[in-house]
């Protein structure tokens, strides 16, 4: 992007916005243009390079606050004449891959040697409100932006943090499709629409363990797996993590059952007068009760310290914490884990 360019996107006359300063506004520029060249081959096929609709797109989301219309980015930065077609036929039909582009990611990422220590993977989801039911994956299901159920397209991702490098970056993503949107009688929408036709239904833990299973595989050091209550509740995604050897922290519900000893676990006697088939399947015995996890903050061994969390704009922030070894079960398995506790 030369300075022209720059200026006319607006960096120049409110740099301020970006936390930039007038100097550095043209360097940010030129790492951009960068970032697209090294990008563009994503992009091109055997008979197209679509490679210049990618930098028009690109320089619209950078440069544009609000009504990110492929129509407004047209004339925004290709032709105040443009309608927005070229742009909207690259984001919705073009042949090139995604999967492809964040193959690339991953390639430069687990190439830089000042990143192989102290990332962490971030699970989480993204959803989009849509006005009708036209689009991939729309339905009625949960916005977290809105913060209820809403018609919308929703996202799973992952991210890759180094808090210390003050590095963040998408790392990879999968649309999710709800189960009505794979029964046979969507088939020709789903054609239209362009969603590949062995796309299965999957849940959105398991299109979240598919994508660390990928980054794993790409060779991207990581040392944890930060998720949410959404996933972290689910206990066939921990015992995945637990059983690939990946340290993660998850949220859970307040309600969920632990015990604080290991409690009685194995396959149940049938007593000879019952009725039915013997068990077969180890399980937690009668006399083993669980607890809630919100009441380990009772318990008197429970000890809270204070820990330092990250400054914030009055000081350093710091909550109490506290750790607890705990039982679980998890896919039949009995499973200890550590419950950590914090105090807002």
Request: hydrophobic residues 40%; charged residues 25%.
């Amino acid at each position: 992007m030369e300075a022209v360019e720059a200026r006319e996107a607006g960096w120049v006359e409110a740099p301020e916005r970006w936390g930039l300063g007038t100097t550095t506004v043209g360097v940010v520029a030129e790492r951009v243009r960068a970032v697209w060249e090294r990008y563009r081959t994503c992009f091109r096929t055997q008979t197209r390079d679509t490679s210049e609709n990618a930098w028009i797109y690109l320089r619209g989301l950078l440069t544009m606050d609000q009504e990110r219309t492929f129509a407004n980015i047209a004339r925004r930065v290709q032709d105040p004449a443009a309608d927005g077609q070229r742009v909207q036929h690259f984001m919705s039909a073009s042949p090139w891959s995604a999967q492809a582009v964040l193959e690339q990611v991953r390639a430069e990422v687990a190439h830089q040697p000042e990143i192989r220590s102290g990332n962490v993977l971030i699970l989480d989801e993204s959803a989009d409100g849509k006005a009708g039911e036209q689009t991939a994956g729309v339905g009625r299901q949960y916005n977290g932006r809105l913060g209820k159920v809403e018609l919308s397209q929703v996202g799973t991702f992952l991210a890759l943090a180094n808090e210390a490098r003050r590095f963040w970056t998408w790392i990879d993503g999968e649309l999710f499709l709800p189960e009505r949107w794979c029964a046979p009688q969507r088939a020709t929408l789903r054609q239209r629409l362009g969603i590949p036709p062995e796309r299965q239904f999957a849940t959105k833990i398991e299109l979240g363990w598919q994508m660390i299973q990928r980054v794993r595989v790409s060779g991207v050091p990581f040392e944890a797996v930060l998720c949410d209550e959404l996933y972290g509740r689910s206990r066939w995604l921990r015992a995945q993590l637990d059983a690939a050897s990946l340290l993660y922290v998850a949220e859970v519900p307040a309600d969920t059952p632990v015990y604080v000893t290991p409690p009685a676990f194995g396959v149940p006697t049938k007593a000879p007068e019952a009725k039915g088939r013997a068990f077969t399947q180890p399980r937690v015995l009668a006399q083993s009760q669980p607890i809630p996890a919100s009441q380990i903050t009772t318990l008197p061994e429970t000890h809270f310290t204070v820990v330092p969390v990250r400054e914030a704009a009055r000081g350093l922030l710091a909550d109490t914490f506290a750790a607890r070894s705990i039982w679980t079960v998890r896919q039949g398995l009995l499973a200890r884990e550590w419950l950590v506790i914090r105090r807002h």
